[in-house]
């Protein structure tokens, strides 16, 4: 009946419960006109429901309204298997890392969708289905927020990783203590965010650096050397002229395109 945000575990449901909630969600798909209509009365719920929240609704409202009625349907359709559940959740609560949730904002939404629902179905929304549907959305909002604390570890295996390819440990270092001093009080999962834009701050730099890694260096007896790589940039471009696409332009696009793959892993709006 509460957010447990401290532990995420599969989840197993009584039986009557899940098919009551699948059912109600069933019947309330069918009796929209069309699921587009159904996504529009889910995402105006949930817009509506918190005005001071709806800075977090980034995305264009026809996509939105339908990921956020794919996202509900594919977790209500796993709830008779735990093991799929807790993968569908967990991958829900990655696209959604870089929100700041919490249990008061879990409290909204569920309790948004849920009346929504009561709304609609009227005397079909059961005492059990109302009890299973602030379950699940409990369990879901919960695990959000464990995602988000507990995950973020994997940013900073990012972060420190891509510095170190880079040679730019000294500036995540650097910016680590700052978003510390920062940001005292709000917890580890803005950290990883930080060092990473300790690294963005000098990704123009590293294009100049790829291009002196293509070209040879003058050495002090005359003769031609070839510059040693020290970067991931430099790397890539090297084996890349290894394999004869040395003067391939596309081969650019694609370190631009990991730069910020790497660089906005915790921003799903961004990454995809």
């Not at 949930?46 to 009625?69: G, N, Y």
């Not at 609609?120 to 959305?137: D, P």
């Not at 650096?209 to 050397?225: N, P, R, S, V, Y």
Request: proline share 3%; net charge negative.
């Amino acid at each position: 009946k509460e957010v447990q945000d401290k532990t995420f575990d599969e989840v197993q449901l009584p039986e009557g419960v899940i098919e009551e909630v699948q059912q109600t969600w069933q019947a309330f798909i069918s009796q929209s006109p069309s699921r587009e209509a159904a996504a529009e009365a889910l995402y105006s719920a949930l817009f509506d429901s918190a005005p001071s929240l709806q800075h977090l609704f980034k995305t264009p409202r026809a996509v939105m309204s339908v990921r956020i009625l794919n996202g509900i349907g594919d977790i209500v359709g796993s709830m008779h298997t735990p093991g799929p559940l807790k993968i569908s959740v967990e991958t829900f609560g990655f696209q959604h890392m870089e929100l700041e949730v919490t249990v008061p904002r879990v409290v909204i939404f569920r309790d948004a969708i849920v009346d929504l629902l009561e709304m609609e179905l009227g005397l079909r929304f059961t005492s059990k289905a109302k009890s299973g549907w602030t379950s699940i959305l409990n369990y879901v909002g919960g695990a959000f927020i464990y995602v988000r604390v507990n995950f973020s570890e994997r940013l900073k295996i990012i972060a420190a990783s891509w510095a170190t390819a880079n040679n730019k440990v000294a500036e995540m270092d650097d910016a680590g203590e700052e978003g510390a001093e920062g940001q005292e009080g709000e917890g580890t999962a803005g950290e990883p965010q930080q060092q990473l834009k300790a690294v963005e701050r000098h990704a123009k730099e590293e294009k100049n650096d790829t291009k002196e890694g293509e070209e040879e260096e003058e050495g002090k007896d005359g003769k031609k050397t070839m510059k040693v790589p020290t970067t991931f940039n430099e790397m890539f471009m090297f084996n890349g002229a290894v394999m004869g696409f040395g003067s391939s332009t596309w081969m650019n696009l694609i370190l631009e395109q990991f730069e910020n793959i790497v660089m906005n892993v915790a921003n799903s709006y961004r990454l995809q």
